[in-house]
């Protein structure tokens, strides 16, 4: 598949507001490579969404912007330093991630899991702290799950224990926050919950957040950045009514559509062709 869009150049598309960048970064699973020479710029304050379709390295990228995975050639910056060399506390205390699929341990409550993001922030002469106990608590507040504090986590409903999650990521205090496709496994309720908890969280908390995401048209809601990938690339980056048009969902995603406006908020909302419009373009 050739992808036509235009993608500005390493110099054209620098963010000189951006603490976190991939640099000419080659990702890989021992022989297999994901991704070659990939350059992302995290805008400082943005509400980022990755997007692509499946196997394309959305999630591969992720991790190594957490220093989950690293990269065999090209680097990960962090303030203008190599992550890699970077102590893993000061990591920690920078970036945050919340993982596709997390597992909690078995009989742990609400707030002994949420408190576990205060992690970073401890050491051998400095324990639990004041702290510490109002961060997890407003973290619980902020994503309402503080009524759920004494609950066991494996008793609660999946956008319940996302919501925990999400609190444990924003317990830890970190200004930027990665989010691998935070809304999977949710019906559409809670996937918007889940997403619009993330809007007010970057709008009124300046965080800078990253998501991983497979719903187009959500992505096109709430980014203020959307970064699209196929085949290991990074194929189009910027506003989404900048990004997405008919063209490029065709050549990235194999669909014919129409974008037309979101009759809600005026974003680009991808509608499929019918059938028999498909089937005519097809011909």
């Known amino acids: 598949m050739t992808v036509t869009t235009t993608v500005p150049t390493a110099k054209e598309a620098a963010q000189p507001d951006a603490r976190l960048r991939a640099q000419n970064v080659t990702l890989a699973y021992d022989e297999r490579v994901v991704a070659r020479e990939l350059g992302l710029d995290v805008r400082d304050g943005s509400f980022t969404v990755i997007i692509g379709p499946n196997a394309c390295g959305k999630s591969t990228l992720l991790k190594a912007l957490a220093r989950i ?26 970036i945050g991630l919340l993982p596709q699929t997390s597992t909690a341990p078995s009989g742990i409550i609400v707030a002994d899991l949420v408190a576990r993001g205060r992690y970073p922030h401890q050491r051998m002469l400095r324990q639990w702290s004041a702290d510490d106990e109002r961060a997890t608590l ?12 004494d609950r066991f986590v494996d008793e609660l409903s999946g956008g319940q224990r996302q919501r925990v999650w999400l609190a444990m990521v924003l317990a830890q205090g970190t200004p930027i926050v990665l989010l691998d496709e935070p809304t999977t496994f949710l019906d559409v309720a809670h996937q918007i919950e889940v997403l619009d908890l993330c809007a007010d ?11 991983v995401l497979h719903d187009i048209n959500q992505a096109c809601r709430y980014a203020t950045d959307l970064v699209v990938m196929s085949e290991g690339r990074v194929v189009a980056q910027g506003a989404p009514h900048d990004v997405v048009t008919a063209d490029l969902v065709r050549e990235v995603f194999g669909l014919p559509c129409r974008v037309l406006p979101d009759p809600e908020t005026g974003t680009p909302m991808v509608v499929p062709l019918a059938r028999a419009g498909r089937a005519a373009q097809v011909r």
């Open 69 to 94: 995975t690293r990269p065999s050639a090209g680097a990960v910056l962090l303030d203008g330093a190599a992550i890699a060399a970077l102590p893993t506390r000061k990591v920690a205390r920078e």
């Open 138 to 149: 407003d973290a619980m507040r902020r994503t309402g799950v503080a009524g759920l504090a």
């Open 201 to 211: 969280l970057h709008e009124e908390g300046g965080s800078t957040l990253v998501l």
